[in-house]
Nanobody
Framework: HVQLVESGGGSVQAGGSLRLSCAAS????????MGWFRQAPGKEREGVGA???????SYRDSVKGRFTISKDNTEGPLYLQMNGLKPEDTAMYYC??????????????????????WGQGTQVTVS
């Protein structure tokens, strides 16, 4: 079965950086939309950014210029480089995989229910 596994979370001070990774098994990023989501306590899960099969990326406004999504090849890993972290970035971060057409939508409009596969999440805490 498809498995996505995130890693790289941790605790950092405001202004610091972290790089999250998402390793995939039995799944090709080719023809897929890969997304990063986050969920803070008491809040709904929200899209952070996405990358399509061609490597084109999109981000929610609050992370533009600070976060960068990349991938090594069609089978990953997928990365989320986070710089200039703020306390409001504190959340559980998830990678997700879905059909290619999802990347055509604004990140803020991405619904978690649209994605087929999810990792278990990795915690990011910014103080």
């Amino acid at each position: 079965h498809v498995q996505l596994v995130e890693s790289g979370g941790g605790s950092v001070q405001a202004g610091g950086s972290l790089r999250l990774s998402c390793a995939a098994s039995r799944y090709s990023f080719n023809s897929a939309c890969m997304g990063w989501f986050r969920q803070a306590p008491g809040k709904e899960r929200e899209g952070v950014g996405a990358i399509d099969s061609d490597g084109s990326t999109s981000y929610r406004d609050s992370v533009k210029g600070r976060f960068t999504i990349s991938k090594d090849n069609t089978e990953g890993p997928l990365y989320l480089q986070m710089n200039g972290l703020k306390p409001e970035d504190t959340a559980m971060y998830y990678c997700a995989a879905g059909t290619w057409n999802l990347c055509g939508a604004p990140v803020a409009a991405l619904a978690s229910t649209d994605f087929d596969y999810w990792g278990q999440g990795t915690q990011v805490t910014v103080s």
